[in-house]
């Protein structure tokens, strides 16, 4: 292959079958010019170039009144977006979506400038994400809009791709027989008690505290981290067997004092070093919260009941929860009768 001339954004060079080709000399990209003549093809390569310098001085001008009108545009990465969209909802909220927004599968585009970004850079970062990483990305692109920082959605909400969750199911009686049974530590075997019985969140049920129960008229009382101050509290009557399990904790302080220290992180962690070990696949502490709103159902507890029980106000969020359960409906004639 023969260069004949090297200028702008486009080479021209001919193959060893004669027939003329541009390369973009930033991206690569090779073309065929489909001629053998030289004259016909320079004139093509002058083309390409000039369509190329005008799609660089159209860029150039609306950047000009990008700048005058907020001078501050060109400068905003998406990670000026991550650090602010990490800034809202609770503490907890916060933590995670820092944590989240600090991996490296969004190094691609962290030092990006948002009015530069294109819809083929996050469709191409979308291809490796997950579920749980894809929604992020979304909020994050949807906040920069609403603030302002974006004139218009890069990728449109109706075309923004959607990765289906993997399923998930609650700890099964028999996996949390296995887990108290093989678990040695004594606060730990009854933290994971109560997380059965209670079906509260890894969290809240790690803060709970000698105050939150009410022995007079044996209640479990406790507000829910996710849902702010401001929010109703849990408010569980005590059975006999979370009663028992309850009487052999604390009677002041903090009910788990060691697996409240550690964090969320390693609570999750020692649980699945503590599954793997006996054979247990499938299933995280969040699964507790599954187990106890399958339970609920098929047991016919009432939904209002299950719905206040964990702390929440809608109720796709429970069906969610139980949407594997099989109930079987009794006969009618049995009611009748």
Known sequence: MKELIMKSAYRLFKRGNGVYYVEHNESGQ?????????QEAQKLFHV???AANGQQINFEIGM????AGDPGAVLRTWQNVFDEVSTRGSENTQSRRHRLYSKKCFDCIRNKSLIETTSEDLLRLLKRLGSFDNAHLKLAQNYAEDIGWLSRLIVPRKLWPKIKPKQKRGVTKCEHKQIIAAEQNAERKAYYQLLWETGASQTDAANLTAENIDWENERLIY????????????????GSTLKAVLMDLPSTG??????????AGAR?????RRIRLIGIQGVSLHSYRYAWAERARVCGYPERYALAALGHTSKAV???YAKNVEVE??????YQN
């Open 318 to 320: 429970h069906h969610a």
């Open 254 to 263: 903090p009910l788990f004092p060691k697996v409240q220290q550690e964090g």
């Open 48 to 50: 390409h170039n000039d």
């Open 223 to 238: 507000q829910r981290c996710k849902l702010g101050p401001d929010s109703k509290p849990a408010i569980m009557k005590l």
């Open 329 to 334: 409906v009794p006969a009618l004639e049995g």
């Open 268 to 272: 999750a962690a020692e649980f699945c």
């Open 30 to 38: 090779q073309r065929s010019l489909k001629t053998k003549d030289k």
């Open 64 to 67: 000009t009144y990008i700048k």
